[in-house]
């Protein structure tokens, strides 16, 4: 996501990928890639101040937006490059200023102020271009899976409408409307395979679920009641035994939510909702939202240095082969890309490197250009797990940045290289499926990540602190 503003860091844009395998930053000094599983400094090109970067899964195409201090970095303009070579396949102008950039294997979206333009990923052909009310923060979501292809859009910037398009048919065509909130929508997320659709409002209170394609809102969770902005949504690993939804918050608070099965057909109603339908019957306007809405099993509360903080599920082992599909996918995905682009000639030298940009990993950090391997190291490095005993309360605290690796029990840490790690295959079925990793990433350019385990016990799951490395400078401040 964009910062609202540049901290001591210097980073502008903090991103996972879609397969959460990597973290890209934009800077002031230009395009950093980090490896989560690793802790290293895949990529690096040194080209100015970057306010955007998005990356298609774990591969070497990457699209950057300029942060505006340069003339060659203008905010009006995307570039997708291949980062194996530092070579641009294609630029991309428009009138007015870029806020987002989203891409899967099958489509390219830019948002601007008023304007949603659709490409496709086979020729960077645009399909259509969408006419929306003002947006200024950029609020859109596109689905990473293959199927459905779905694009989420706010239909108003005076109510909490959202709009949804499927973009499998040419240009995209609208299936529908949800009525999530009664304040403007500002953030959306999907889950892995597109059958939830998570909303947050201005107020930032309430965060409600989204059952597709009938769009009919199956949960609602209560953040606070405090109005906050949330900052980043990300569903849970994909194969998990219980599905979970992380928010993070200004008010430096990541929540974690449990979803809930919807009750069977003739199940007896919980006292909440009976409540709430009593209510409703004598009361004008829904009073669901009073009842409904459930708390989060877990509370994480960071360091008030962070500033802005996105989060994500570190990809479980049972997502192995689901990114490696996902790879193997994207780089049929190029090959399509570097015929059509080399038939049509967008620039001398795109055609012949895109098939190294989206079949390449960049592993070697380097100034401009960066050495690569075969796409499926990634997938490889990202099905590691790291050990961990899951210790500690339902609500954990981080460390200031300068507390060092002997403020935490040895078997809670991740180190640089893989300090701490413990194969995945050692771990029992049931263990691997009552235990998930969150990583946050902040605006600092530092990245925690916390392990919550005993996701099936009534009393709630406990939440530990596996580590904090940065990206930015020397190195982890656990190594």
């Given at each position: 996501?964009?910062?609202?503003?540049?901290?001591?860091?210097g980073?502008?844009?903090?991103?996972?990928?879609?397969?959460?395998?990597?973290?890209?930053?934009?800077?002031?000094?230009?395009?950093?890639?980090?490896?989560?599983?690793?802790?290293?400094?895949?990529?690096?090109?040194?080209?100015?101040?970057?306010?955007?970067?998005?990356?298609?899964?774990?591969?070497?195409?990457?699209?950057?937006?300029?942060?505006?201090?340069q003339?060659?970095?203008?905010?009006?303009?995307?570039t997708?490059?291949?980062?194996?070579?530092?070579?641009?396949i294609q630029?991309?102008?428009?009138?007015?200023?870029?806020l987002?950039?989203?891409?899967?294997?099958?489509?390219?979206?830019?948002?601007?102020?008023?304007?949603?333009?659709?490409?496709?990923?086979?020729?960077?052909?645009?399909?259509?271009?969408?006419?929306?009310?003002?947006?200024?923060?950029?609020?859109?979501?596109?689905?990473?899976?293959?199927?459905?292809?779905?694009?989420?859009?706010?239909?108003?910037?005076?109510?909490?409408?959202?709009?949804?398009?499927?973009l499998?048919?040419?240009?995209?065509?609208?299936?529908?409307?949800?009525?999530?909130?009664?304040?403007?929508?500002?953030?959306?997320?999907?889950?892995?395979?597109?059958?939830l659709?998570?909303?947050?409002?201005?107020?930032?209170?309430?965060?409600?679920?989204?059952?597709?394609?009938?769009?009919?809102?199956?949960?609602?969770?209560?953040?606070?009641?405090?109005?906050?902005?949330?900052?980043?949504?990300?569903?849970?690993?994909?194969?998990?035994?219980?599905?979970?939804l992380?928010?993070?918050?200004?008010?430096?608070?990541?929540?974690?939510?449990?979803?809930?099965?919807?009750?069977?057909?003739?199940?007896?109603?919980?006292?909440?909702?009976?409540?709430?339908?009593?209510?409703?019957?004598?009361?004008?306007?829904?009073?669901g939202?009073?009842?409904?809405?459930?708390?989060?099993?877990?509370?994480?509360?960071?360091?008030?240095?962070?500033?802005?903080?996105?989060?994500?599920?570190?990809?479980?082992?049972?997502?192995?082969?689901?990114?490696?599909?996902?790879?193997?996918t994207?780089?049929?995905?190029?090959?399509?890309?570097?015929?059509?682009?080399?038939?049509?000639?967008?620039?001398?030298s795109?055609?012949?490197?895109v098939?190294?940009?989206?079949?390449?990993?960049?592993?070697?950090?380097?100034?401009?250009?960066?050495?690569?391997?075969?796409?499926?190291?990634?997938?490889?490095?990202?099905?590691?797990?790291?050990?961990g005993?899951?210790?500690?309360?339902?609500?954990?605290?981080?460390?200031?940045?300068?507390?060092?690796?002997?403020?935490?029990?040895?078997?809670?840490?991740?180190?640089v290289?893989?300090?701490?790690?413990?194969?995945?295959?050692?771990?029992?079925?049931?263990?691997?499926?009552?235990?998930?990793?969150?990583?946050?990433?902040?605006?600092?350019?530092?990245?925690?990540?916390?392990?919550?385990?005993?996701?099936?016990?009534?009393?709630?799951?406990?939440?530990?602190?596996d580590?904090?490395?940065?990206?930015?400078?020397?190195?982890?401040?656990?190594?």
């Amino acid at each position: 996501m964009a910062l609202p503003s540049c901290s001591k860091s210097g980073v502008l844009h903090i991103s996972f990928n879609q397969d959460c395998t990597c973290v890209a930053l934009g800077s002031q000094q230009g395009v950093h890639i980090y490896n989560v599983d690793t802790h290293k400094l895949c990529y690096r090109y040194a080209i100015g101040a970057v306010s955007i970067v998005e990356m298609l899964f774990c591969t070497s195409l990457v699209g950057f937006v300029g942060a505006g201090e340069q003339p060659a970095l203008t905010p009006r303009k995307l570039t997708v490059m291949n980062t194996s070579t530092s070579r641009t396949i294609q630029e991309l102008s428009y009138p007015t200023s870029i806020l987002a950039v989203r891409m899967n294997r099958q489509r390219l979206v830019v948002m601007t102020s008023r304007r949603v333009h659709v490409y496709s990923m086979s020729n960077l052909a645009c399909l259509r271009a969408i006419d929306t009310e003002e947006s200024p923060t950029g609020c859109c979501a596109l689905t990473c899976c293959h199927e459905p292809n779905l694009l989420a859009l706010p239909a108003s910037s005076a109510t909490g409408t959202v709009r949804i398009y499927d973009l499998a048919q040419e240009g995209g065509n609208v299936l529908g409307e949800v009525r999530a909130h009664q304040t403007p929508v500002t953030l959306m997320s999907w889950n892995a395979d597109g059958s939830l659709l998570a909303t947050a409002s201005a107020k930032g209170t309430l965060i409600r679920v989204h059952r597709m394609p009938s769009a009919a809102r199956s949960h609602s969770f209560r953040r606070g009641a405090m109005s906050a902005t949330i900052q980043s949504m990300a569903f849970g690993p994909v194969g998990h035994s219980v599905q979970l939804l992380v928010a993070s918050s200004s008010h430096g608070t990541i929540h974690v939510f449990r979803i809930e099965e919807p009750e069977g057909t003739g199940a007896h109603p919980r006292p909440a909702s009976a409540a709430a339908g009593l209510l409703s019957a004598v009361v004008r306007y829904s009073v669901g939202d009073m009842v409904e809405p459930a708390r989060n099993i877990a509370t994480i509360r960071l360091p008030q240095s962070v500033g802005t903080a996105i989060c994500a599920f570190r990809p479980s082992s049972q997502m192995a082969c689901t990114i490696a599909t996902a790879t193997a996918t994207a780089t049929a995905t190029a090959g399509q890309v570097a015929t059509r682009l080399a038939s049509t000639g967008p620039t001398p030298s795109s055609s012949g490197d895109v098939v190294a940009a989206v079949a390449a990993v960049p592993v070697t950090a380097g100034t401009g250009t960066a050495t690569a391997t075969a796409a499926t190291s990634c997938a490889a490095s990202a099905a590691a797990e790291f050990g961990g005993d899951g210790g500690g309360g339902a609500v954990a605290t981080s460390p200031s940045r300068g507390e060092t690796a002997a403020g935490f029990s040895g078997s809670n840490v991740r180190g640089v290289g893989g300090a701490g790690r413990g194969s995945a295959a050692m771990l029992g079925r049931g263990e691997e499926e009552d235990r998930a990793t969150i990583m946050v990433a902040t605006q600092e350019g530092l990245l925690y990540e916390y392990s919550l385990t005993d996701l099936l016990n009534s009393q709630g799951p406990k939440c530990t602190l596996d580590g904090e490395w940065s990206m930015l400078g020397s190195g982890s401040i656990l190594g």
